[in-house]
């Protein structure tokens, strides 16, 4: 096996989707497991189900195809408001899809007419944050009813938002009390209940802990804090301490190592990415020359050396340099260095064809 390797932990992500799944359950909320993080990794879907999550999400069609073509039993779920013209592939493949657009949810009918089959969808209501959903209550209203009253093959499922992700508007109380009453409002004209009221991803977990989830809200898209975990407790002063932040492992290979000035030497003017980044001069030092680039992680600056002396110092397409001047480690051509991650290195790693995927199970 080539390096860099992203070694997976199986184990740690069952147990992390089982703790996060249990603390759900315990306010009636289910879990719909996010894998686009992890490029849909089917051997992380299994986990994901093994730990009794409600669906398998994704935005990616192409993942979930595959989870389709597994033996997942799990309800699919679309994340991401369907193309119009990947609808076929969405009525044959997927459960379930977030929609945001009528003109889209017919089409979606018409094709469920045309294969013999049914399909749940979830209108989205945008409570500020700016991205997908529908901005006026009276709008989303209305598009519920169509649904109701007037298609056969799609089915209304729930409502649900999003937050957190363009505009980082945090999910509070409020927020998502606003989504509840919507909820409220359109069970009063179909007279039933919604089955789905969907509060958010990730960054709702912090609410839950804090018991301040309005009661109506009973599920959860999470990706982020099963499979990484690292957010809440860093961003969002949230105590992670019974989840592991290390079921992702890079590790990737010295292949120089001197000592040279921390400060560029001539005219500066913008790198490789047309960036002007600021140079500190901190005096010669001791680097390393990693084979692992932007191209494999994304920012450099969302990965956690484990070796907690050594500092990650910048990066170019296909190079990673570190500092490794303040370490008691003694590192040699050819050693391998390991490193954990935010979501965006995850994200990247997971799908760069020049990073080999190793998984470990039954670690803890
Ligand atoms: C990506 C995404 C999620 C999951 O986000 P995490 O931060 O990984 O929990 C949930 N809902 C939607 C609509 C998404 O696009």
Request: proline residues 3%.
């Amino acid at each position: 096996m080539s390096y860099p390797i992203l070694e997976i932990d199986l184990k740690k992500i069952y147990q992390n989707a089982f703790t996060l799944n249990s603390k759900c359950l315990g306010q009636n909320i289910s879990v719909s497991g996010v894998i686009k993080g992890a490029n849909g990794l089917i051997e992380i879907a299994k986990e994901f189900e093994k730990a009794n999550l409600a669906h398998i999400a994704s935005s990616r069609i192409r993942e979930l195809i595959e989870v389709y073509n597994s033996d997942i039993t799990l309800p699919t779920m679309l994340v991401r408001i369907p193309m119009k013209s990947e609808i076929e592939n969405l009525v044959k493949y997927v459960d379930i899809s977030l929609n945001s657009e009528l003109e889209t949810i017919i089409e979606i009918e018409k094709e469920c007419k045309k294969q013999g089959k049914t399909h749940k969808v979830i209108l989205m209501f945008d409570l500020g944050d700016l991205r997908e959903g529908y901005f006026l209550e009276e709008n989303i209203i209305k598009t519920a009813l169509y649904i109701e009253n007037n298609l056969e093959f799609v089915k209304l499922h729930g409502i649900g938002s999003n937050l957190s992700c363009y505009g980082s508007v945090v999910p509070t109380k409020t927020n998502l009390t606003t989504l509840c009453n919507i909820a409220t409002k359109i069970e009063n004209k179909i007279n039933r209940n919604l089955d789905i009221i969907s509060g958010g991803a990730t960054t709702s977990v912090p609410l839950l802990f804090k018991n301040k989830i309005p009661k109506k809200i009973n599920n959860l898209r999470i990706g982020e804090a099963i499979l990484l975990a690292v957010d809440l407790e860093e961003f969002w002063n949230v105590d992670m301490s019974d989840m592991y932040k290390d079921a992702f492992i890079l590790k990737a290979e010295i292949i120089e190592i001197k000592t040279k000035p921390s400060h560029p030497i001539g005219k500066l003017f913008i790198d490789a990415f047309g960036n002007k980044p600021i140079y500190t001069d901190i005096g010669k030092r001791k680097r390393a020359l990693l084979a692992l680039g932007k191209k494999d992680i994304g920012d450099h600056d969302k990965l956690i050396p484990i070796d907690k002396n050594i500092k990650v110092v910048g990066s170019s397409s296909d190079h990673l340099i570190i500092d490794i001047e303040d370490t008691t480690e003694f590192y040699n051509i050819g050693d391998i260095i390991k490193f954990k991650m935010y979501y965006q290195a995850m994200l990247f790693s997971s799908a760069s064809p020049d990073v080999s995927i190793k998984f470990k199970y039954n670690t803890l």
